[in-house]
Nanobody, 123 residues
Framework: VQLQASGGGLVQPGGSLRLSCAASGTTFSNFAIGWFRQAPGKDREFVGVTGSGRPTYYGGSVKGRFTISRDTAKRTVYLQMNSLTPEDTAVYYC??????????????????WGQGTLVTVSS
């Protein structure tokens, strides 16, 4: 299984950015795919997760600003980020696992990790 994250870059405060996570080598339909992020000097933080037939869950710091969507035909999950602030600056990782877990906010629940993509919010 491979997860390929892309779409990071530099954006001004208040701006938007969309990240993509393309999955290969797995039955995408029953895969849970989510996002974590790690800011410089901070612990890794849960951003959100989507699973087939499940609600989408978000971490508290991004709820209402970030949206996760899933395109099964393209085997891709998107993270739409709006109203970005400098505090959103981090390396964003897409993660995946087969099936669902009630511990969806715990990074050790995810077997597969993409390579990370850097998002920098700065003027």
């Amino acid at each position: 299984v491979q997860l390929q994250a892309s779409g990071g870059g530099l954006v001004q405060p208040g701006g938007s950015l969309r990240l993509s996570c393309a999955a290969s080598g797995t039955t995408f339909s029953n895969f849970a795919i989510g996002w974590f992020r790690q800011a410089p000097g901070k612990d890794r933080e849960f951003v959100g997760v989507t699973g087939s037939g499940r609600p989408t869950y978000y971490g508290g710091s991004v709820k209402g600003r970030f949206t996760i969507s899933r395109d099964t035909a393209k085997r891709t999950v998107y993270l739409q980020m709006n109203s970005l602030t400098p505090e959103d600056t981090a390396v964003y990782y897409c993660v995946g696992r087969s099936g669902w877990t009630i511990r969806f906010g715990a990074e050790d629940e995810y077997v597969y990790w993409g390579q990370g993509t850097l998002v920098t919010v700065s003027s």
